[in-house]
């Protein structure tokens, strides 16, 4: 005797055998339960997450069907058994409702959708995926890279953005470790007195090469030969190393009196740096025109240069190497950043109502609750509302504070910290960026709030009341007369949209 029961988005069946055993199978996503399977983090003092809720709720075991494999490459949605051998089956619905908290894929699913130029994708994935798949595997995340050619060059956002899915506190952290597979150049001329014989990838370049797993060339550029050093920014620190051992090899003055050796910081050569950045074209228009931007390259005696300005996503900044660092850390700082979600459809019609009742848009209803510096719009698709929130990358924390202030505030349900029990993920603690500690200190993105004008928290929203109530006509104010009336024509306008919305959404449910 069995029935079905729907938990959070998966299917489960209960029953009881012969020798008074209660179990209950529970259909999971697979990537999902591969990394709760292998995460460190849900392990505790020894114990698995699946042990500790059996001990919880004091029934027998929590285990996978027993055809599950890891890495396997079936489209069959995986099973997890509650079994308890002493027939309490208050208890086993009990542990069910809890561990749906963590597989729950619906309410607590979010699409982060990251700033990556499309030339760069490649290098990103790696050599038949050896970057992204272990990554897809360790964060339980699924990361998408639009259709592109290696050579393309687009100046479409989407082709601009990679999508990473899955729990929140697992998107962020795959987001953090996919930045750090994104290449970076360290280059500089090489001195006149150095030999040409010296300028070619000799065997001690090749030597060194190896030694820090990174790439050496050279080019000749106008009247000077020009070094490289090429690697990925979670090994930053490697290229610093290499092109101080090559500089010290070469006996090139520091800024200051001594003499140089391999372990000297590049900082304090006397040579003028340039390291290439990248950054989607179609944002160069953002970086060009910002005039933060432009103070902080006076502030810090760099100079920010574009390889073809809108059609390439290489950026130069040349200048001392440690304000190099500052500059390339603050624009990675103010890319856009936005993750998209659902809402249950009980909620959107609550929403779609209440929309109706105030004559506001849905992006309205919908921001009003949210009093972090984001914006935030919203799309009706197949009967449930689908939110995205827009922020910067040097402000994250904002971005997840304004989805809990959502969710609180329409009293979404069975959310479990919103992603994990034990993980805060909308604190302003994530908006360190952090490629190569060694290469630079953790950067803050709140560190030049004041000069690009985006403090961590906006003033709450006045209410919806307050707002009328200020723009009520006022005898003395002829222009208050008019500005009523384009409300008036506003609202209507509004209430014959949000019909046309009701009608279409009544004919989907259909």
């Known amino acids: 005797m069995g029935d079905n029961n729907r938990n959070n988005g998966s299917h489960g069946s209960n029953g009881m055998d012969s020798n008074g055993s209660v179990s209950n199978i529970m259909e999971v996503d697979r990537r999902l339960l591969e990394h709760i399977l292998q995460a460190e983090k849900y392990v505790v003092d020894g114990e698995h997450l699946f042990d500790r809720i059996a001990s919880k709720f004091k029934i027998t075991s ?114 953090v470790e996919l930045r750090k597979h994104m290449p970076i150049i360290i280059s500089f001329a090489v001195p006149p007195h150095i030999p040409t014989s010296e300028t070619t990838m000799t065997p001690q370049i090749r030597s060194l090469a190896r030694k820090y797993s990174l790439t050496i060339f050279f080019k000749q550029m106008q009247d000077a030969r020009y070094m490289f050093f090429k690697g990925p920014r979670r090994t930053a620190h490697n290229i610093e190393l290499a092109a101080s051992e090559v500089l010290s090899n070469w006996n090139v003055d ?121 914006s935030v719009s919203v799309q009706l698709i197949r009967s449930q509302l689908h939110v995205t929130v827009h922020g910067r990358e040097g402000g994250v924390g904002a971005v997840y504070r304004a989805r ?44 030049f709030s004041a000069l690009f004008g985006h403090p961590e928290r906006m003033p709450r929203q006045r209410s919806r009341q307050t707002s009328e109530q200020e723009q009520m006509p006022s005898p003395s104010m002829s222009s208050s007369t008019t500005t009523s009336d384009t409300q008036k024509k506003k609202k209507k306008k509004n209430a014959k949209n949000f019909q046309l919305m009701k009608m279409v959404n009544l004919i989907l449910l259909k």
């Open 62 to 175: 929590i285990f996978p069907s027993r055809g599950f494999h890891i890495g396997a490459k079936s489209r069959k949605a995986p099973t997890v058994c509650v079994l308890d051998r002493c027939g309490n089956q208050q208890a086993v619905d009990a542990a069910c409702g809890e561990l749906a908290m963590y597989f729950d894929t619906e309410t607590n699913k979010i699409v982060a959708h990251v700033a990556i130029p499309p030339e760069k994708h490649y290098y990103v994935i790696g050599k038949e995926g050896c970057n992204v798949r272990p990554l897809m595997s360790t964060s339980g995340c699924y990361i998408h890279f639009p259709e592109t050619s290696r050579d393309l060059i687009s100046n479409s956002p989407a082709k601009n953005h990679v999508t990473i899915t899955g729990v929140a506190c697992n998107v962020e952290a795959a987001r």
């Open 254 to 374: 520091r800024v200051a009196s001594g003499h140089s050796s391999p372990s000297t910081p590049l900082s304090e050569y006397n040579i003028y740096i340039t390291v290439q950045f990248d950054v989607p074209s179609v944002y160069h228009t953002l970086i060009k025109e910002n005039h933060a931007l432009i103070g902080l390259a006076q502030q810090t005696q760099t100079r920010v240069s574009f390889h073809r300005e809108g059609v390439s996503s290489i950026l130069y900044i040349s200048g001392p190497l440690n304000d190099i660092k500052v500059v390339m850390a603050q624009l990675q700082c103010e890319l856009p950043y936005s993750i998209s979600f659902q809402l249950p459809e009980d909620i959107t019609q609550d929403i779609l109502a209440l929309s109706e009742q105030s004559y506001s848009s849905l992006d309205g209803v919908v921001g009003d609750c949210v009093s972090e510096r984001v």
């Open 404 to 447: 809990r202030q959502i969710l609180q505030h329409f009293k979404c349900t069975n959310l479990h910290n919103y992603g994990h029990p034990t993980e805060n993920i909308d604190t302003p603690d994530i908006d360190f960026l952090e490629d190569d500690a060694y290469f630079f200190p953790p950067y803050h993105g709140s560190r």
